[in-house]
T-cell receptor, first 111, second 109 residues
Framework: DAGVIQSPRHEVTEMGQEVTLRCKPISGHDYLFWYRQTMMRGLELLIYFNNNVPIDDSGMPEDRFSAKMPNASFSTLKIQPSEPRDSAVYFC?????????FGEGSRLTVL | DAKTTQPPSMDCAEGRAANLPCNHS???????VYWYRQIHSQGPQYIIHGLKNNETNEMASLIITEDRKSSTLILPHATLRDTAVYYCIVRVYNNDMRFGAGTRLTVKP
């Protein structure tokens, strides 16, 4: 299996632009998690899904952030409009038996 | 409120055992203890987890005290590649997974 696949690996954008991060979980996994990591705040859980349904989105910073999982093999995290303080590494993880498998992350820089 | 308490940093000599402690005094009966590590800027990597009994796998051993209020992750023969941030997490099985600050382990030659 290829593992959790995230794209893009790096993105540089300007303040106010829309950003879409993508995640393909491991086939057969029924849980999907989105995290954000910064030096100041560490690794924060943003939202997680079970069977494509959002279970807990209490970590989503504000209305500018939204996440969807239209099917079992794809999820997106969208930021609109983006701000410099959104600069971070965004990780996606999937699981089926309690153990989370993480992707390599998407490094976002908002200028 | 943080559910776990870990020392911010530790050093270990290469080839020696690394013993990483974690306090989780408010753990509930249905919460597991999980350990992950993050090497440099990679995604966190699962190490081991347990409920009550001690566990061992090819990477490490997990020792949980009888009252379950603390645990220790043991890397039996640490190598330079074990230098990483180690996270101790308590969670209900298949529930949310929230990371704290972890312990930065530095393995020295």
């Amino acid at each position: 299996d290829a593992g959790v696949i995230q794209s893009p690996r790096h993105e540089v954008t300007e303040m106010g632009q829309e950003v879409t991060l993508r995640c393909k979980p491991i086939s057969g996994h029924d849980y999907l998690f989105w995290y954000r990591q910064t030096m100041m705040r560490g690794l924060e859980l943003l939202i997680y899904f079970n069977n494509n349904v959002p279970i807990d989105d209490s970590g989503m910073p504000e209305d500018r952030f939204s996440a969807k999982m239209p099917n079992a093999s794809f999820s997106t995290l969208k930021i609109q409009p983006s701000e410099p303080r959104d600069s971070a590494v965004y990780f996606c993880a999937s699981s089926v038996s309690g153990e989370l498998f993480f992707g390599e992350g998407s490094r976002l820089t908002v200028l | 409120d943080a559910k776990t308490t870990q020392p911010p940093s530790m050093d270990c000599a290469e080839g020696r055992a690394a013993n990483l402690p974690c306090n989780h005094s408010t753990i509930s009966g249905n919460e597991y203890v999980y350990w992950y590590r993050q090497i440099h800027s990679q995604g966190p990597q699962y190490i081991i987890h347990g409920l009550k009994n001690n566990e061992t796998n090819e990477m490490a051993s997990l020792i949980i005290t009888e009252d379950r209020k603390s645990s220790t992750l043991i890397l039996p023969h640490a190598t330079l590649r074990d230098t990483a941030v180690y996270y101790c997490i308590v969670r209900v099985y298949n529930n949310d997974m929230r990371f704290g600050a972890g312990t930065r382990l530095t393995v020295k030659p």
